[in-house]
C-alpha cells in the first residue's frame, strides 16, 4: 500500500521491514508451469531444466532464474543475392514462440560476425522449439529469407557455473522444406541461470520492446570508481614578476591554480613585491587516468574584481610525486611562466617578430597524496576506509554478498499508452564497486534475482542500494526539450556492523520517498543480505583501530576544506561513471552519494533536535529518579539508597567494579531485546510524517533559491526566528562559562573575595576531615527528608547566579 503518510495513520505498518522467505538456491519446482517434462535420462536438456539436479551456481541466496541461451557468432559461404549478383546484407533472427531477437545486419558481407547473445526467460516460454533464421535485409521491400536453423528445446543442453563455456558449433542452413541450402551458421544453444557469464550482456526477452539506443540501459553492469588521488600544491614563491602596466609600480601579486573544473587562489601577498613568497597550500582531487592538467596562473590585483594575469604555466599531473606516508619532504621545484606579447622588433618581411619576454619564476612544492582517503561520500554512510594507495591497503576482514531478490508494489513513474508505467532497476553502492541490475520493462513487482558479492575492508562501513525508473528506453528527452532523468524511487542503507556473521537475512524494505506533497511509500525492496568474517581477530582488532588513515590525523584537513574536496569528488565520480557504456548517470549517482544532504532543511533540522533530545532523555529520566528519591516519594527506595550510600563511603573500592558490573548486567538483559533485522528508513525519526508543506517545498528548492521572492522572504524571517533561539540558546551557555570564569577573576571583588575564603575554609576542614566522613555527609544532605528542605534556592545557586559575565559588554 501507498499514499501520503500522516500522523497516526493506521497503515504506518506499510514503513515497516518485512520478512521474506523467497526459497533461495532452489531450483525450479518440478512440474512448473512451462514445458512437459519428457521421460528421458536425467541430466538431458529440458529436464535440467525443470528441476533435475545439477551442480548448484555460487548464487545461492536467490531463486535459481533459467534462461534459453542463443549465442550468435558468425556465418561463412552465404550466397549471393539472387536478383542483384552481390553480396547479401545478412542479419539473424532468432525467435522462440512469439518472442523473437534479431542480430545488427551488415552491408554486403559474405562472412559476417556478430557475437551477440540472446535470453529467453524460462517463465516466458511459449513453445517447443527454437528458431534461428539468416536473413537478407531489403531496403525497400520485405527481407529475402535465406535459410534457418531449428532446435528441439528438449535436446539443448544445460550448464551452470563452473562448468566451462559451451562451444559453438556450425550448423548448416536449411531451407523452408527441410532441404539444405547452402551457408552456415555457428551457434551455442544452451540452458542456464542468471550466474552465467554471458547474463549482462544479453539480449533479454524481458525487455523485447526495446530498441535502438535503450537497449544498452537495460542491461546489468558492474563498475568501478575512478581512483582519486589529493594533488597537494604548496605555493612558495615567484621570482621576478614583472606588471602589465605601470612601470616601476610593484605589483600585488596571487596565484591561481586549476585543475579541470577546480579553481583555487593563494591570498595577494602580503607586501608588493617583485620576489612576493606565499607558501600556501592548495588541495585539488584528481582521478586517474590523468586527463587534466595542473594550470598555474600569476596575476596581478590592479583593483577590486580585477586581476591582470603576469604568466602562467601548464603542468601535467603525472610528473609529480606520489607520496605514501606522512614524511614532510617532498622536492620543491621551479617553473618558468610563459608570458607572450609583441615587443618593438625589426620588420622582417613585412611581418612584425614576436618575441619571448624575460620568464618569470614559480617556486612550488607539490606531490600526490597517497597516504589519505578521499571523500566522495558522507562519512556517515562511509562504504569504504582504505588510503588512496594500493600498497598500503589491508587485507579484508570478511565478504559481503547481497542477493537483489525483486521488489513489490511500485509506484507508477510515468505514463505509457495512457496508463502507469515503471521501469525499475536497482543500484548498489559498496567502496569502489557499483554494480546495476538489469532493467525489468512495464512492471511494478519486478524480479532481478542477481546476487552481488564485495570484499570487506572494515565492518563499521555502509552499503547504499537505490531504486531507479530507467527514463532511456529510445527516448531523447523529459518533456519540453529537457534531457530525460531516471527517476528516484527510494533507496535504503544497510550497516555491516549491525549485521551478524555468516547468517542470511531476508527482508523486505520499504523504499520511502520524500517528495514536496508529503513522504510516500513507493513499494517494497526484497534482499538477501550475508555478510560471512574471514578472520575475527582481525575484524575485532579494527574496533581498536581509527575509522580513517591515520594521515587524517596527523595533517588533517580543516572541515571547510573536506566538505568541498568531497563535492569534487563526487563530481569527478559522476563524471567518470556517466561515460561507461551504458553510463551510470549523474542523478543516480549524486542521489547515491547524497549531494545534498549538507543543504539546510527545516525538517532534518527538526529530527536532529529531536535526535539530541531523546540521546539525554535516559539522564533526564535518571535525574527524575533521584528527585524522586530525594524527596522520598518512595521510602523503601530512599532507604536502600541510603544503605547502598553507606556501603560505598565504608568500601569505595567497590564504586568502578559496581558502575561496571552495572552496565554488564545492562548488557545481558538487553541481549534478549536486541535488533533481530537491519535499520531501514524511519519516517517518524526523519520527522517526515509530520513536515509542514512549505518546509519540504523549502526543502526541494534549488541553490540559489528559485523561489518567489515572497516566498523567499517569510523562510528568511522563518530562519531568523529559528537562529534567534538558538542563538539565545548559546549565549546562555557562554554566559554560564563566563560566570565560572569569574569566580576567580576579581571581576567582583566581593564575589571572589567570598569564594577565595570559602575554597581555604574548605581546604583546612577536607584537610583534618577524612574523605569518608565528607562523603557521608554530602551523601545524607542530599538524601535529607522533605521536612528539612526548602522551597527557596540553594546557598551556591544564588550566589552562583549573582556572578557577573561579559554579556553586559555585548552591544
Not at 548488557?667 to 525519526?685: A, F, I, Q, S
Request: hydrophobic share 40%; net charge positive; aromatic share 10%.
Amino acid at each position: 500500500m501507498s499514499g501520503h503518510a500522516q500522523g497516526g495513520d493506521p497503515h504506518h505498518e506499510d514503513f515497516q521491514l518485512k520478512d521474506t522467505n523467497p526459497l533461495l538456491g532452489e531450483q525450479w519446482p518440478k512440474g512448473a508451469g512451462g514445458l512437459a517434462r519428457p521421460t528421458g535420462g536425467a541430466g538431458g536438456g529440458l529436464a535440467g531444466w525443470l528441476g533435475v539436479e545439477k551442480p548448484s551456481s555460487t548464487y545461492d541466496l536467490v531463486e535459481q532464474m533459467f534462461f534459453l541461451y542463443v549465442r550468435v557468432v558468425k556465418a561463412k559461404d552465404l550466397p549471393p543475392n539472387p536478383i542483384t549478383g552481390a553480396a547479401m546484407d545478412p542479419y539473424v533472427e532468432v525467435r522462440l514462440g512469439n518472442y523473437k531477437g534479431t542480430t545488427r545486419h551488415f552491408d554486403r558481407r559474405a562472412n559476417p560476425e556478430w557475437d551477440q547473445v540472446f535470453a529467453f526467460s524460462k517463465s516466458r516460454v511459449q513453445s517447443n522449439v527454437l528458431e534461428v533464421f539468416l536473413k537478407d535485409r531489403d531496403m525497400l521491400g520485405r527481407d529475402d529469407y535465406v535459410g534457418k536453423v531449428v532446435f528441439d528445446l528438449a535436446e539443448v543442453p544445460t550448464r551452470v557455473p563452473p562448468d566451462s563455456p559451451l562451444a559453438p558449433q556450425w550448423y548448416r542452413l536449411e531451407e523452408r522444406r527441410g532441404g539444405k541450402v547452402r551457408g552456415e551458421l555457428m551457434l551455442a544453444v544452451w540452458i542456464g541461470t542468471q550466474a552465467d557469464e554471458a547474463f549482462p550482456e544479453a539480449w533479454h526477452s524481458d525487455a523485447a520492446a526495446v530498441r535502438g539506443e535503450g537497449v544498452a540501459s537495460v542491461r546489468s553492469k558492474a563498475y568501478v570508481s575512478p581512483k582519486l588521488w589529493y594533488l597537494r600544491v604548496n605555493v612558495i614563491e615567484a621570482q621576478d614578476v614583472q606588471p602589465m602596466h605601470g612601470a616601476g609600480r610593484a605589483p600585488e601579486v596571487l596565484v591561481k591554480a586549476q585543475v579541470g573544473h577546480q579553481i583555487l587562489k593563494t591570498t595577494v601577498a602580503s607586501a608588493p613585491t617583485l620576489n612576493p613568497r606565499w607558501n600556501e597550500d592548495l588541495v585539488f582531487v584528481v582521478a586517474e587516468p590523468f586527463e587534466e592538467q595542473l594550470v598555474l596562473s600569476v596575476e596581478d590585483r590592479v583593483g577590486p574584481g580585477k586581476d591582470d594575469l603576469l604568466g602562467r604555466v601548464a603542468l601535467p599531473l603525472g610528473i609529480f610525486e606520489k607520496r605514501l606516508d606522512h614524511r614532510p619532504f617532498v622536492q620543491s621545484r621551479w617553473f618558468d611562466l610563459e608570458r607572450f606579447g609583441v615587443v618593438p622588433a625589426a620588420v622582417e618581411g613585412g611581418e612584425t617578430r614576436r618575441e619571448l619576454r624575460f620568464a618569470s619564476r614559480v617556486h612550488v612544492r607539490a606531490c600526490l597524496e597517497g597516504a589519505y582517503h578521499v571523500m566522495d561520500e558522507s562519512t556517515m554512510y562511509i562504504s569504504d576506509t582504505r588510503p588512496t594507495a594500493r600498497q598500503l591497503w589491508k587485507p579484508p576482514v570478511g565478504v559481503l554478498e547481497v542477493g537483489i531478490l525483486g521488489a513489490a508494489g511500485l509506484q507508477p513513474m510515468k505514463t505509457r499508452d495512457g496508463r502507469g508505467a515503471t521501469d525499475a532497476y536497482c543500484v548498489a553502492k559498496y567502496g569502489q564497486k557499483w554494480v546495476r541490475t538489469r532493467t525489468m520493462i512495464g512492471t511494478a513487482n519486478p524480479t532481478w534475482n542477481e546476487q552481488y558479492t564485495w570484499e570487506v575492508f572494515d565492518p563499521c562501513t555502509v552499503i547504499t542500494i537505490g531504486v531507479f525508473d530507467n527514463c532511456h528506453l529510445g527516448t531523447n528527452g523529459g518533456g519540453n526539450g529537457a534531457p530525460a532523468r531516471d527517476a528516484r524511487i527510494g533507496k535504503i542503507r544497510i550497516r555491516l556492523s549491525t549485521l551478524e556473521t555468516d547468517r542470511v537475512y531476508t527482508h523486505a524494505y520499504p523504499l520511502i520517498a520524500l517528495q514536496k506533497s508529503g513522504v510516500k511509500k513507493m513499494g517494497e525492496l526484497r534482499l538477501a543480505v550475508r555478510f560471512t568474517c574471514l578472520s575475527l581477530i582481525n575484524m575485532l582488532h579494527l574496533y581498536t583501530q581509527p575509522l580513517l588513515p591515520k594521515m587524517h590525523y596527523l595533517h588533517p584537513f580543516t572541515v571547510t576544506q573536506l566538505d568541498a574536496l568531497r563535492y569534487q569528488a563526487m563530481g569527478i565520480v559522476a563524471a567518470r561513471l556517466g561515460r561507461a557504456e551504458p553510463p551510470l548517470r549523474r542523478e543516480v549517482v549524486e542521489y547515491m552519494l547524497d549531494v545534498e544532504s549538507h543543504m539546510w532543511s527545516m525538517r532534518r533540522s527538526k529530527a536532529n533536535f529531536f535526535r539530541a533530545v531523546s540521546l539525554f532523555s535516559g539522564a533526564a529520566a535518571a535525574a527524575r529518579w533521584f528527585g524522586d528519591v530525594c524527596r522520598w516519594r518512595n521510602v523503601a527506595t530512599t532507604a536502600l539508597v541510603h544503605v547502598l550510600l553507606l556501603i560505598l563511603v565504608w568500601y569505595p573500592e567497590l564504586i568502578l567494579p559496581t558502575v561496571f558490573l552495572y552496565m554488564f548486567l545492562i548488557g545481558l538483559w538487553n541481549y534478549r531485546r536486541r535488533p533481530r533485522h537491519p535499520p531501514h528508513m524511519d519516517t517518524k525519526m526523519s520527522w517526515a510524517e509530520a513536515a509542514h508543506a512549505d518546509e519540504l517545498d523549502e526543502e526541494f528548492d534549488t541553490f540559489p533559491t528559485s523561489g518567489q521572492q515572497h516566498v523567499v522572504y517569510m523562510r528568511y524571517d522563518r530562519l531568523r526566528s529559528v537562529a534567534g533561539r538558538i542563538q539565545t540558546v548559546v549565549g546562555d551557555m557562554a554566559t554560564q562559562g563566563e560566570r565560572l570564569q569569574a569566580l576567580l577573576s576579581w571581576r567582583d571583588p566581593r564575589a571572589t573575595c567570598l569564594f577565595v575564603l570559602f575554597c581555604l575554609l574548605a581546604a583546612v576542614v577536607l584537610y583534618v576531615t577524612p574523605f569518608k566522613v565528607v562523603a557521608l555527609v554530602a551523601g545524607l544532605y542530599v538524601l535529607r527528608h522533605p521536612r528539612f528542605r526548602s522551597r527557596m534556592p540553594a546557598v551556591p545557586s544564588n550566589f552562583f547566579r549573582r556572578l557577573p559575565s561579559r554579556a553586559d559588554s555585548m552591544l
